[in-house]
Nanobody, 114 residues
């Protein structure tokens, strides 16, 4: 199983980024996919998740700014991040979860700084 994130980088406050996570080795469409982040000195937190049926959930801190989506034909989950803030700076990791099974990507760095 592989989850490969891409799209991270350095942006200024107010700008946007789109993260992608390409999955292989799993039946992607039946997994709940999530984006987590971990900032230095902080615990990892759930940013957004999308179920196999398309239901979504967001952390309060990103509601209205971030959008999670999935393309089952491409085995890929996306995180569109708008109006980025310095406090969004973290390593963002992709997670695939189904029942007791869980897989993680290696993470991608997002830095928001002027």
């Amino acid at each position: 199983v592989q989850l490969v994130e891409s799209g991270g980088g350095l942006v200024q406050p107010g700008e946007s980024l789109r993260l992608s996570c390409a999955a292989s080795g799993i039946i992607f469409s039946i997994y709940t996919m999530g984006w987590y982040r971990q900032a230095p000195g902080k615990q990892r937190e759930l940013v957004a998740a999308i179920t196999s049926g398309g239901n979504t959930d967001y952390a309060d801190s990103v509601k209205g700014r971030f959008t999670i989506s999935r393309d089952n034909a491409k085995n890929t989950v996306y995180l569109q991040m708008n109006s980025l803030k310095p406090e969004d700076t973290a390593v963002y990791s992709c997670n695939a979860r189904r029942n007791s099974l869980g897989y993680w990507g290696q993470g991608t760095q997002v830095t928001v700084s002027s």
